[in-house]
Every structure is written in structure tokens, then in C-alpha cells.
T-cell receptor, first 112, second 109 residues
Framework: NAGVTQTPKFQVLKTGQSMTLQCAQD?????MSWYRQDPGMGLRLIHY???????DQGEVPNGYNVSRSTTEDFPLRLLSAAPSQTSVYFC???????????FGPGTRLTVT | TQLLEQSPQFLSIQEGENLTVYCNSS?????LQWYRQEPGEGPVLLVT?????EVKKLKRLTFQFGDARKDSSLHITAAQTGDTGLYLC?????????FGPGTRLSVLP
């Protein structure tokens, strides 16, 4: 049981490049979320999904796309990277209730 | 503007001391969670509190949810170096969570 896995661990992009951050969970959780963590800001919700085929925007969705074709996978796409997207990105999953949220190890992204 | 405020922002203490960190909001939450995050890792859930006035204990950690469900505190008794980390609180809003900015705790040997 690997829990929540994220790849890559580190990534450097140039402004304007696109990329996909991968997230997978093997706990059969319905809910999955993407957060970004910036110094002094806590974690801010980017997008979330309540099940396969269903996604919705969080607090800071601009510049990011998501899809949820399977229960296990929830990739985050950066369409045209900007320096403001330099951050640490965390994927999380949980069951239908709000009581147990599990986080992946994070992806540290730098946009130059 | 942060929906959740945490204080203090930084705290450095000696091993064996007691400490309390706070999580405050003007909003009411249906539940509130506390996480600990170590460098280079994702947050790990410590506890969830649901009922106003609820107190939960996890070994040397005591968590309290305010009566009005707007605030919470985390008290650590006899801190150890292994308690070092970033402590985050998160309030449930609908089906999602709002996180505070965290308290960074350093416990010195």
C-alpha cells in the first residue's frame, strides 16, 4: 500500500513551458485535491475531484487544469508556466467523509 | 486575508518545556484538523475535532476545539526534539478544507 504518490519530486521549467504533475492513490479514495504551498500562505486549494469524471475549482485555479478519468489518478496540468507558479505542490486524497486526508510527498516546481 | 490565523508564527523552545499554539478564525467550522509537516514531506494528520468544546489527547499532545467552533489550540507537554516541525490547522468548509499558515516549532536539545 503506497498511499499517495507524486512525480516528479523536483522540476524546473522555463516561462511558457507546459507540464503535468502526476498524482496517484491506491486507497480507493473518492476525493482527491491539489494544493500549492507558499511561504507564509499555508496550503491553498487549486482543484479538487469528488469522483471519477467530476472536477471543480478551488481557491487558486487559474493557470491549471485537471481531469479525473480513473479513481486512482488525478494529474495537474500547467498550461503555460509562469514564475508566479513557483511553489511546492501537494496532492491529497480521502474517503467521502472529511476526517482523514492523506498527502503525497510533494513536487517542488521552479519556473524561471 | 487568511481565513485561519495561527500564532505564534515561529516558536523555539528547549526540550522538556511545555507550549501552546493557537488557530483562530471569525468563521465557524464543521470540523477542524491539525497536521504536522516535516521538511520535504507532505503534512500528516494528527487529529480531527468535530464537537465544540471537544478535547482530544494524543500522547503528550492535547487538542481543544473552541465552544463556538471558531478556534482551536494545541498544547504539547514536555516537548521533545522529535516534535520539531510545521504545525498546520485546517478548517472544513463545505467539502473542502482551508489551511492556516502554520506555526513552525523548533525544539532544541
Amino acid at each position: 500500500n503506497a498511499g499517495v504518490t507524486q512525480t516528479p519530486k523536483f522540476q524546473v521549467l522555463k516561462t511558457g513551458q507546459s507540464m503535468t504533475l502526476q498524482c496517484a492513490q491506491d486507497m480507493n479514495h473518492e476525493y482527491m485535491s491539489w494544493y500549492r504551498q507558499d511561504p507564509g500562505m499555508g496550503l491553498r486549494l487549486i482543484h479538487y475531484s469528488v469522483g471519477a469524471g467530476i472536477t471543480d475549482q478551488g481557491e487558486v485555479p487559474n493557470g491549471y487544469n485537471v481531469s479525473r478519468s480513473t479513481t486512482e489518478d488525478f494529474p495537474l496540468r500547467l498550461l503555460s508556466a509562469a514564475p508566479s507558479q513557483t511553489s511546492v505542490y501537494f496532492c491529497a486524497s480521502r474517503r467521502g467523509d472529511p476526517y482523514e486526508q492523506y498527502f503525497g510527498p510533494g513536487t517542488r516546481l521552479t519556473v524561471t | 486575508t487568511q481565513l485561519l490565523e495561527q500564532s505564534p508564527q515561529f516558536l523555539s523552545i528547549q526540550e522538556g518545556e511545555n507550549l501552546t499554539v493557537y488557530c483562530n478564525s471569525s468563521s465557524v467550522f464543521s470540523s477542524l484538523q491539525w497536521y504536522r509537516q516535516e521538511p520535504g514531506e507532505g503534512p500528516v494528520l494528527l487529529v480531527t475535532v468535530v464537537t465544540g468544546g471537544e478535547v482530544k489527547k494524543l500522547k503528550r499532545l492535547t487538542f481543544q476545539f473552541g465552544d463556538a467552533r471558531k478556534d482551536s489550540s494545541l498544547h504539547i507537554t514536555a516537548a521533545q526534539t522529535g516534535d520539531t516541525g510545521l504545525y498546520l490547522c485546517a478548517g472544513a468548509v463545505g467539502q473542502n478544507f482551508v489551511f492556516g499558515p502554520g506555526t513552525r516549532l523548533s525544539v532544541l536539545p
